[in-house]
């Protein structure tokens, strides 16, 4: 089993709809949670991070962590087609990031 | 993009070559990441420096494999006698804000024919 579980989609919007992806984790070290865009040949952007429970705002997106769950979100308001990349979760325990597979979304126009 | 250059982007090689990957920071970092994504999957770790020295290498890092960070600035990677399986794309990485936030460069994308 990987510490780190992302359910790869694919998944297709309708612009403006939201978009929600989730991931889970087993490794109950991991303190501090990451979310990356990726768009193809190009390497992760930071797009999201936190390290406690809750939510956290920054425009269109919305990063949730439940460790008792031991499970993250993040959701993406009014999509546009430009956010079509692939998301990847991370998770970080001794400085080292453990990252989800990634979940490609495609937001059709 | 991020304050982090690789060099080359792409690299074609062919089974049994060595090939060696550069890592620059525009900035000063004490550590450094590197960081291996093959197709469809994310990016696995590979070793991290703080300053010069390499205090981790993961099981990944097979013995054909070294990094260097010989100033504490720039880093490289190289592979030796190359494999099929050693086709992906590397990756730098920094922590520019915070010792938690690790920023990522464009990567160099290996292929070995």
């Known amino acids: 089993q990987k510490e780190v579980e992302q359910d790869p989609g694919p998944l297709s919007v309708p612009e403006g709809a939201i978009v929600s992806l989730n991931c889970t984790y087993s490794?109950?070290?991991?303190?501090?949670f990451m979310w990356y865009r990726q768009y193809s040949r190009k390497g992760p952007e930071l797009l999201m991070y936190t390290y406690s429970s809750g939510n956290k705002e920054d425009g269109r997106f919305t990063a949730q962590v439940d460790k008792s769950s031991k499970y993250i979100s993040l959701f993406i308001r009014d999509s546009q087609p430009s956010d079509s990349a692939t998301y990847l979760c991370?998770?970080?325990?001794?400085?080292?990031?453990?990252f989800g597979a990634g979940t490609t979304v495609t937001v059709r126009a | 993009d991020t304050g982090v250059s690789q060099d080359p982007r792409h690299k074609i090689t062919k089974r049994g070559q060595n090939v060696t990957f550069r890592c620059d920071p525009i900035s000063e970092h004490n550590r450094l990441y590197w960081y291996r994504q093959t197709l469809g999957q994310g990016p696995e770790f590979l070793t991290y420096?703080?300053?010069?020295?390499?205090?981790?290498k993961s099981r990944l890092l097979s013995d054909r494999f070294s990094a260097e960070r010989p100033k504490g600035s720039f880093s490289t990677l190289e592979i030796q006698r190359t494999e099929q399986g050693d086709s992906a794309m590397y990756l730098c990485a920094v922590p520019e804000q915070g010792p938690y936030e690790q920023y990522f460069g464009p990567g160099t994308r290996l292929t070995v024919t």
């Open positions: 991370a998770m970080m325990s001794d400085y080292k990031l453990s």
């Open positions: 420096f703080q300053n010069e020295a390499q205090l981790e």
């Open positions: 490794n109950s070290a991991f303190q501090y």
